[in-house]
């Protein structure tokens, strides 16, 4: 085996149990609420996320089976095209959430932030009333 066999029995095994169940529900349909605000780019995160999972068992599974090291260094370079999709998904992803965000924000009526629920009008606010920054209220 290649290195300490406990690493390389860990890496596998915690990033199939850290990295692998997001990705996997976010492409089966599930939004977590921390993302849910940039949607139009989580399937690319998701994908993404996949291609660092793939780069792990790449770096990890050859040192396991104590593969030679021209096999070790063959996979971790491919492990590190994987890497670089990552990148380029990560780096669409953003550009795909910066579209639709300014697309929104070009919409009229549209915002980022939520209106308030309608209510009554607080004091200075409402139909007739000269507001809280006019010259009459001076």
């Excluded at 690493?7 to 609420?33: C, E, K, M, R």
């Excluded at 629920?117 to 809280?132: F, H, L, M, Q």
């Amino acid at each position: 085996m290649n290195g300490d066999p406990l690493y390389h029995w860990l890496l596998p095994a915690l990033s199939t149990v850290l990295v692998l169940p997001v990705p996997v529900a976010v492409l089966a349909g599930w939004t977590p609420p921390w993302m849910r605000h940039r949607r139009a780019g989580l399937r690319l995160r998701a994908y993404a996320v996949l291609n660092i999972y793939a780069f792990l068992l790449l770096s990890g599974v050859p040192r396991i089976t104590d593969a030679s090291f021209r096999t070790v260094m063959s996979c971790a370079t491919v492990g590190f095209g994987f890497l670089a999709a990552a990148v380029v998904l990560f780096l669409l992803a953003d550009r795909r959430d910066t579209r639709a965000r300014t697309f929104a924000l070009s919409r009229p009526g549209r915002t980022e932030e939520p209106t308030p629920p309608p209510g009554p009008p607080r004091a200075g606010e409402g139909p007739g009333s000269p507001g809280p920054w006019s010259a009459k209220t001076r």
